[in-house]
């Protein structure tokens, strides 16, 4: 086939000119995109800077995650307006007026609200989540049936890692109570059972002595001397003691670890029992009867 016929200009540049245009677009948005990222992660110094105003452990514990759940928000913002941006440089290279799109994007988007309210609802109670500070990342907490650390927190939805490793993505529209195990403070509690013929008194020493030995584990944890409240239960078995350490948010598990095991070695030294469910069996008086004359 002869394509001499056809008068077909070919300009070169003018092609060149309008790829080069989205073309260089996209990448300037692709690269200021990761330096933006690279900044979130570079940035973390500003939690040790703000942190370093409370004297207290646990406030700045509680200082360093409020900041890092902000900063994460604030990256958030800041990568939308940047694709915002560039998205209105790419209508402009291919000579796209805005504003009729805006319009009816707010047309669209009015009419899509009615169908998309759980959509609104996620942000309000997201908005309320952040100024009440009900929770940061890091948290471990409890919402619904769920339970798991805060891994990320959007407007939108919370991200929490269970300690299997799932993970558990829950709407901010479906959060309506929340358990906070890692706010302030937090609590390590111990009960431990001995037999009814123990001497409570010396008991109670012991494990008065056991939680100063786990507290000093790790030091600094402990926000306060513990304490062993005594008896709190009558059981079938043995009677109940309880001992509290109270420590650094989230830190309590590794204390009652470390404490169960100091006062299971320390009872083994002492020859403390740790009593077992009994169940005492009695025969009928005609069956112990003809078991005598035998």
Not at 40 to 63: G, L, N, V
Not at 223 to 235: C, Q, S, T
Request: charged share 25%; glycine share 6%.
């Amino acid at each position: 086939m002869d394509f001499s016929q056809f008068n077909v200009k070919i300009d070169t540049a003018q092609i060149l000119k309008f790829i080069s245009g989205p073309l260089l677009t996209v990448i300037m948005w692709y690269a200021l995109d990761r330096i933006l990222i690279k900044l979130h992660e570079k940035s973390k110094f500003i939690e040790r800077i703000f942190s370093r105003q409370a004297s207290d452990p646990a406030k700045r514990q509680m200082i360093k995650q409020r900041v890092k759940t902000l900063r994460g928000l604030l990256l958030q913002g800041i990568r939308i307006l940047n694709a915002i941006f560039f998205l209105f440089i790419l209508l402009d290279h291919f000579k796209i007026d805005p504003k009729p799109l805006l319009a009816g994007i707010g047309v669209v988007g009015l009419g899509l609200s009615l169908a998309a309210q759980n959509i609104l609802r996620d942000f309000i109670n997201g908005i309320f989540i952040i100024a009440e500070d009900q929770f940061n990342v890091g948290d471990f907490v409890t919402i619904g049936s769920h339970s798991g650390t805060v891994e990320s927190f959007t407007m939108r939805v919370t991200r929490l890692r269970a300690a299997d490793g799932r993970l558990i993505i829950i709407p901010n529209s479906g959060i309506s109570e929340v358990v906070n195990s890692t706010k302030d403070f937090a609590v390590a509690i111990v009960d431990v059972g001995v037999a009814y013929s123990s001497d409570i008194q010396s008991v109670m020493e012991i494990l008065d002595h056991c939680a100063r030995d786990a507290a000093g584990m790790s030091p600094g944890v402990a926000l306060e001397d513990p304490k062993v409240l005594g008896i709190v239960a009558f059981r079938d078995n043995d009677v109940q003691l309880r001992t509290l350490v109270k420590t650094l948010p989230g830190e309590q598990w590794g204390v009652e670890r470390n404490l169960r095991k100091i006062i299971k070695d320390r009872f083994d030294a002492e020859g403390i029992d740790i009593p077992l469910p009994q169940i005492v069996l009695r025969r009928p008086p005609e069956e112990e009867t003809a078991r005598n004359k035998l």
